[in-house]
T-cell receptor, first 112, second 112 residues
Framework: GNSVTQMEGPVTLSEEAFLTINCTYTATGYPSLFWYVQYPGEGLQLLLKATKADDKGSNKGFEATYRKETTSFHLEKGSVQVSDSAVYFC???????????FGTGTSLTVIP | NAGVTQTPKFQVLKTGQSMTLQCAQDMNHEYMSWYRQDPGMGLRLIHYSVGAGITDQGEVPNGYNVSRSTTEDFPLRLLSAAPSQTSVYFCASAGGGGSPLHFGNGTRLTVT
């Protein structure tokens, strides 16, 4: 079946540090992959996406590359800011299109 | 473009009361779904629909009903509220193919 495994948190970084949040998946066929961000008291917002192998999604300085050989979609940012403090969710959409699968979320706190 | 609209934003119920959480989307998405989010539990799928007239159960459907009479609307009914249903509820919709889920801002429900 399909599933998403995400790095456990919480993660605390100093401002301008490098961020990596690991995400691996199990899926039949060719899923689409997503990262969502949830700020305190808000809903989930799409951060970036990739729909086929070797695609790189990017947005607001965040990047993730769809790696089929390692079944991974790790989120990276070169220099985090205090405003990046949020919970990050990795997710996939199965190839049939009728199911979404989410990781458990990783809480990130960036300190000045 | 409003996206996914959920009402109400907050609700307090007494045990045994019933209510309907409203969800509407204006993106002509066929896929709609309801999740609940509890601390430390991530997102759990309650019910979903792949089109008008079609609904199916998710991971935690007990105590909830849904219907999909139009493409735009997907209400969630709590039949007899219980304290275990205290949670934040998110409605989400998606277009076809590898499109991502679009989330509403959530309804925070407390059952006393």
């Amino acid at each position: 079946g399909n599933s998403v495994t995400q790095m456990e948190g919480p993660v605390t970084l100093s401002e301008e540090a490098f961020l990596t949040i690991n995400c691996t998946y199990t899926a039949t066929g060719y899923p689409s992959l997503f990262w969502y961000v949830q700020y305190p008291g808000e809903g989930l917002q799409l951060l970036l996406k990739a729909t086929k192998a070797d695609d790189k999604g990017s947005n607001k300085g965040f990047e993730a590359t769809y790696r089929k050989e390692t079944t991974s979609f790790h989120l990276e940012k070169g220099s985090v800011q205090v405003s990046d403090s949020a919970v990050y969710f990795c997710a996939l959409r199965g190839y049939t299109g009728n199911q979404f699968y989410f990781g458990t979320g990783t809480s990130l706190t960036v300190i000045p | 473009n409003a996206g996914v609209t959920q009402t109400p934003k907050f609700q307090v119920l007494k045990t045994g009361q019933s209510m309907t959480l409203q969800c509407a989307q204006d993106m002509n998405h066929e896929y709609m779904s309801w999740y609940r989010q509890d601390p430390g539990m991530g997102l759990r799928l309650i019910h979903y629909s792949v089109g008008a007239g079609i609904t199916d159960q998710g991971e935690v459907p007990n105590g909830y009903n849904v219907s999909r009479s139009t493409t735009e609307d997907f209400p969630l009914r709590l039949l007899s509220a219980a304290p275990s249903q205290t949670s934040v509820y998110f409605c989400a919709s998606a277009g076809g193919g590898g499109s991502p889920l679009h989330f509403g801002n959530g309804t925070r429900l407390t059952v006393t």
